[in-house]
Antibody
Framework: EVQLVESGGGLVQPGGSLRLSCAAS????????MNWVRQAPGKGLEWVSY????????YYADSVKGRFTISRDNAKNSLYLLMNSLRAEDTAVYYC?????????????????WGQGTLVTVSS | QTVVTQEPSFSVSPGGTVTLTCGLS?????????PSWYQQTPGQAPRTLIY???TRSSGVPDRFSGSILGNKAALTITGAQADDESDYYC??????????FGGGTKLTVL
């Protein structure tokens, strides 16, 4: 059974930092592209960041570029999101999600597995 | 900046058919954007419904179908049931690892 379990959320003051983790099991994490997606209270889903299987390719949404850092440890089947200079507008549930890219000859691009999310609240 | 558009809300009667759409602020949606659809109920993680425009994810009932209608991607629910009452999000893949979510459609079944 596939499981993605996020942790590390909590209350942090504006300007502070937080590190989220996502523990993966039930699939081959080391060959999987992973993403972070967030959802502010009462709002829609927003893509945050992308990391390829080998960490060679990383992308960020403009809203977090320069403040957030995505990383992974394939030996530990874990995905991370280091969030610095946090703002009130970063308050959200953060989901980790596997991104399925298909194959070279049969590409596909969608989120196939999702975690349950961890809540980050930025407030003084 | 690319904006993916969805109807904010929609309602359907039980047993009825509803089509939700997913467009672009400028331009047309095609299969090249690999449209995908996700269902989310309050307090729950999203659930993958449709990918690659019209392929149902494992375990998704066949009353859910995806297509391209005109210049938009579409999600059609045929024979809506009470537990289809959810938020529905489309995602378009822009390339270079970037996915853009639509604002979501709140579907009411009544």
């Amino acid at each position: 059974e596939v499981q993605l379990v996020e942790s590390g959320g909590g209350l942090v003051q504006p300007g502070g930092s937080l590190r989220l983790s996502c523990a993966a099991s039930g699939f081959t994490f080391s060959t999987s592209t992973m993403n972070w997606v967030r959802q502010a209270p009462g709002k829609g889903l927003e893509w945050v960041s992308y990391i390829s299987a080998t960490s060679s390719t990383i992308y960020y949404a403009d809203s977090v570029k320069g403040r957030f850092t995505i990383s992974r440890d394939n030996a530990k089947n874990s995905l991370y999101l280091l969030m610095n200079s946090l703002r009130a507008e970063d308050t959200a549930v953060y989901y980790c999600a596997r991104f399925w890219g298909g194959s070279y000859y049969d590409p596909d691009y969608y989120f196939d597995y999702w975690g349950q999310g961890t809540l980050v609240t930025v407030s003084s | 900046q690319t904006v993916v558009t969805q109807e904010p809300s929609f309602s359907v009667s039980p047993g009825g058919t509803v089509t939700l759409t997913c467009g672009l602020s400028s331009g047309s949606v095609s299969t090249s954007y690999y449209p995908s659809w996700y269902q989310q109920t309050p307090g729950q993680a999203p659930r993958t419904l449709i990918y690659r425009t019209n392929t149902r994810s494992s375990g998704v009932p066949d009353r859910f179908s995806g297509s391209i209608l005109g210049n938009k991607a579409a999600l059609t629910i045929t024979g809506a049931q009470a537990d289809d009452e959810s938020d529905y999000y489309c995602v378009l893949y822009m390339g270079s690892g970037i996915s853009v979510f639509g604002g979501g459609t709140k579907l009411t079944v009544l």
